[in-house]
């Protein structure tokens, strides 16, 4: 069922779990379908998330009406969220649509600047009745090879308390050594920066770029006040090797969707994977 994230997030945080959030590749139907009946399977909630560029191809309104249709097929809680809104006129856009979660990303911005411009996207969904996440922090994005391009900034505490004076979105997402994209060797995550800022928030934290970070690092950031996991790449590099799997056994017997029933099945699981490290099975 289509809810926003706010209930589910605010559940999470105060039971010590985290709600899984899943790229969907611009509505791409077959991972909508596995994340969606992997929830249900696992009566967890869970986040549909949609980047502006991987809408590109298909639309932004046909992601939400693929994710919307998919929500009211399952009897778990599924929110439909825009990760990394780049603007407030994108946010609109979104809400306008019919998102029920939007992320504002205001990180490589100063302090200051970036709570205003938060505060202006937070005004507007309030009135919505849509939840806002917000960053500080900026994530570095990792190529195939896990090199870094751009920042990796880990968030000063007493910056973070500063910014939380200024503005009020409903999660944050702070930079904690975390990058998007495939991890090369070790991860050095500072756990401990979301345990500082815990002393003077009860706001639930965001996680992003989890995919091939150590899960008893992803499980200590939930204990910290983390109510949200983030993955992308995993999923989205899975789907396209379950298709070549599939192409290459002769799954599709010269039906697209053959094969499509064949990668859903197969990624299905790695969501319920996911779904068991976030803790949130059974918890719809």
Known sequence: MLTTSFEMMDKAYKNGYAVPAI???????DIIRAICMAAEELNSPVILAHYVNTGSYSGHDWFFETAKWMAEKVSVPVAIHLDHGDSFERCMEMLHIGFTSIMYDGSAFSVEENAKRTEEVARVCRAFGVPLEAEIGELARLDDQGHQNGLSNIADPDIVKKYLELCRPDSLAIGIGNAHGFYKGPVDI???ILEKCREFTDIPFVLHGCTGM???LIRQAVKAGVAK???GTQVRCNYINYVKDGL???KDEGHAWKLSSYTEKRLREDIKDIIRLAG???KA
């Open 23 to 29: 790229n969907t590749q611009g509505g791409t139907y």
């Open 214 to 216: 150590d899960e008893t």
């Open 190 to 192: 500072h756990v401990d």
């Open 248 to 250: 290459a056994q002769g």
């Open 229 to 231: 996991i983030n993955f």
């Open 280 to 282: 949130s099975a059974g």
